[in-house]
């Protein structure tokens, strides 16, 4: 899978330093996936939640960090849509971002 702008996760990175192996080890899985649907992508991530249109939650960390994501599928890429904390993800609707 291709990933859309690796930046959000560098930023990320850079304010919470603890996520850096988390984040690097779902990178480094992405990257190598050739996910065709969602059962793919549960495949590689158990915790993966699917909240429709194309939209994706991965835990990080535990659960300490969420990741949104848009996936398509057809063209093989992954837009990074949201990364934040457990609470900073509670306040947004991650289906509309």
């Known amino acids: ?15 919470h330093p603890d996520t850096r192996v988390a984040l690097q ?19 590689s991530f158990n915790s993966v939640d699917n909240f429709g249109n194309q939209h994706y939650v991965f835990n990080i960390k535990g ?9 398509k599928f057809t063209i093989k890429w992954v837009y990074i849509r949201f990364i934040g904390t457990h609470a900073e993800y509670d306040r947004i609707d991650c289906t509309t971002i």
């Open 25 to 43: 080890d779902w990178l480094k899985v992405v990257k190598a996936a050739k996910w065709e649907n969602f059962a793919d992508v549960k495949r």
């Open 63 to 71: 659960n300490h960090h969420r990741l949104v994501v848009v996936i």
């Open 1 to 15: 899978m291709r990933v859309i702008t690796e930046e959000p996760l560098k930023e990320y990175i850079a304010k």
